[in-house]
């Protein structure tokens, strides 16, 4: 990744192609440091500690834990906030998609206890999945097929809601725990109420394909999304039209998401698929973007729980300021921003 010089950056090498990467969203006991990535054919799970929390980690320390056998390429993945390392038995709990259109649940104690659950009923692309935040029981899904539908952890489903075009984004906020966001492609965004099922409030960006949003964890008010090269921010109390909207990407913006430690810092990632996959780090405070970085063929973004850092997911060379160029065909790329 390059650096514009404000900040520091890790790589930390993979055995696969990076599809999709996630920093647990979750604070209890260690859940903070776990760290997953979807490959090919595999996720490997681990634990990440940097040298901004421990003096005693040079850079970045990353522990792999277990690699866990996937039938197709991981498209999707989400964590339970029931995983955690710091009590026995130890519990790691995932959900992923892939393009067969399932969902599929994975139990590990990181012994002996291995299980798969696989949950089928959507007809089309799957792309996005969020656990509920607070007990982890249930998951809600976005797809291509028109629906956000919401399941148990026996792969029942127990809402579905018609969308009006594919959903795109879902997210579940601790603080708000009986609505549900869901971005649709068309240029919405609904919060539906789950004890009436009901939708209860509605966002326009007046633009379409809309490709990622986002719902901030530190403040609940505020919504972000990208659409085309721009992105935009809501304040739900305010409008139904967002209040800020800026250039981010010279092509189309691909990925929006807000830090989990501060409201006023996000990152976009420009759409996967061309050389090399922008990453911008903006402020509400600045003009300009705070960071700039790139990742071969870029994939995936997500910011630590606490930490002012986010992580992409990439394959074959990355070039990275400060250590020069390597022949390492495939990393994960992390960077780190100076100030909260």
């Not at 990076?18 to 799970?45: D, I, K, R, T």
């Not at 659950?117 to 656990?131: A, D, P, R, T, W």
């Not at 399941?151 to 127990?158: A, P």
Request: charged share 20%; hydrophobic share 35%.
């Amino acid at each position: 990744m390059e650096d514009s010089g404000r900040g520091a950056s890790y790589t930390v090498p993979c055995d696969d192609y990076v599809h999709v990467v996630e920093f647990s969203p979750f604070e209890c006991g260690s859940a903070a440091s776990l760290l997953a990535y979807g490959g090919n054919q595999c996720v490997v799970v681990g634990s990440c500690r940097f040298q901004e929390e421990d003096v005693d980690v040079d850079g970045v320390e990353f522990i792999k834990l277990r690699v866990f056998h996937h039938a197709l390429r991981v498209d999707c993945l989400a964590w339970s906030p029931e995983s955690r390392l710091d009590m026995l038995p130890q519990l790691i709990r995932f959900c992923t998609a892939a393009a067969d259109r399932n969902l599929r649940l994975l139990t590990s104690d990181l012994e002996n206890k291995h299980e798969v659950k696989v949950m089928e009923g959507h007809s089309s692309y799957i792309n996005q999945l969020v656990f509920d935040p607070t007990e982890g029981k249930q998951i809600a899904s976005v797809s291509d097929d028109h629906t956000c539908r919401v399941w148990d952890l026996e792969g029942n489903e127990t809402m579905t809601f018609r969308l009006c075009s594919p959903g795109v984004s879902v997210c579940w906020h601790p603080e708000d725990v009986f609505k549900l966001m869901v971005a649709e492609k068309k240029g919405t965004i609904r919060f539906y109420d789950l004890v009436t099922q009901q939708a209860i409030l509605s966002l326009e960006c007046g633009h379409s394909p809309l490709m990622s949003a986002d719902w901030c964890l530190t403040n609940t008010i505020k919504v972000g999304a990208v659409t085309g090269s721009d992105w935009f921010i809501w304040d739900i109390t305010r409008s139904s039209y967002p209040q800020e909207k800026r250039p981010a990407h010279v092509e189309r913006a691909g990925i929006f998401r807000w830090s989990r430690a501060n409201e006023n810092l996000f990152s976009t990632t420009g759409c996967p698929g061309k050389v090399n996959s922008q990453l911008l780090v903006h402020h509400l405070g600045h003009p300009q973007p705070v960071m700039i970085g790139s990742a071969v063929v870029g994939a995936g973004l997500s910011w630590h729980r606490s930490l002012p850092l986010c992580v992409i997911g990439a394959s074959h060379l990355i070039v990275t300021k400060g250590i020069g160029c390597t022949n390492i065909s495939n990393y994960i790329t992390s960077k780190s921003k100076v100030f909260c």
